[in-house]
T-cell receptor, first 111, second 111 residues
Framework: TQLLEQSPQFLSIQEGENLTVYCNSS?????LQWYRQEPGEGPVLLVT?????EVKKLKRLTFQFGDARKDSSLHITAAQTGDTGLYLC???????????FGTGTRLTVIP | DTGVSQNPRHKITKRGQNVTFRCDPI?????LYWYRQTLGQGPEFLTY????????KSRLLSDRFSAERPKGSFSTLEIQRTEQGDSAMYLC?????????FGPGTRLTVL
């Protein structure tokens, strides 16, 4: 059973398009993180959100934490080929030390 | 380079053999985590250490798996009597506060 479900699982878009990736759960998280992973490498942290309703921006990436802290979204504006990769959300439950990772969204940006 | 390092990067072994992986965390980080990632999935938590103490183990960590961190610095993960289902990427992460920094992983293939 996967605690965090991501959608879509695969996404292929043209350079310059916008996209949104979703991360959903029935569980509440004290914080949620988004990572990007390149083939053959470990995940690299993009952002951490901790407050319900919080929105964080990282250049063309916008991250939102749901009001109930059960879900999150990642929006990319004007995608570039360098955005290609596996995007993972990961949540930490209150009192837990480990992260629960989502199923991942594999993004391909076509030039 | 002061990041997390893992060795070897790739390991191919025959079913039934034992394998050992090593993780060198970022030097000032006292927490170290092991995760397993299979193809098309997000990482799954295996175990974590605070200094040399192993504080939590996942149900995924069968009795064929053992992890150590003898001096609170590097860690090893050993798999005994490997099975084909053990084929995966084994990721190590070290943390300072809530941010986990991942190593590049060891990809294990069991033939």
């Amino acid at each position: 059973t996967q605690l965090l479900e991501q959608s879509p699982q695969f996404l292929s878009i043209q350079e310059g398009e916008n996209l949104t990736v979703y991360c959903n759960s029935s569980s509440v998280f004290s914080s949620l993180q988004w990572y990007r992973q390149e083939p053959g490498e470990g995940p690299v942290l993009l952002v951490t959100v901790v407050t319900g309703g919080e929105v964080k921006k990282l250049k063309r990436l916008t991250f939102q934490f749901g009001d109930a802290r059960k879900d999150s979204s990642l929006h990319i504006t004007a995608a570039q080929t360098g955005d290609t990769g596996l995007y993972l959300c990961a949540g930490r439950q209150t009192g837990a030390n480990n992260l629960f990772f989502g199923t991942g969204t594999r993004l391909t940006v076509i030039p | 380079d002061t990041g997390v390092s893992q060795n070897p990067r790739h390991k191919i072994t025959k079913r039934g053999q034992n394998v050992t992986f090593r993780c060198d965390p970022i030097s000032e980080h006292n927490r170290l985590y092991w995760y397993r990632q299979t193809l098309g999935q997000g990482p799954e938590f295996l175990t974590y250490f605070q200094n040399e103490a192993q504080l939590e183990k996942s149900r995924l960590l069968s009795d064929r798996f053992s992890a150590e961190r003898p001096k609170g610095s590097f860690s090893t993960l050993e798999i005994q009597r490997t099975e084909q289902g053990d084929s995966a990427m084994y990721l190590c992460a070290s943390t300072q506060k809530d941010t986990q920094y991942f190593g590049p992983g060891t990809r294990l293939t069991v033939l």
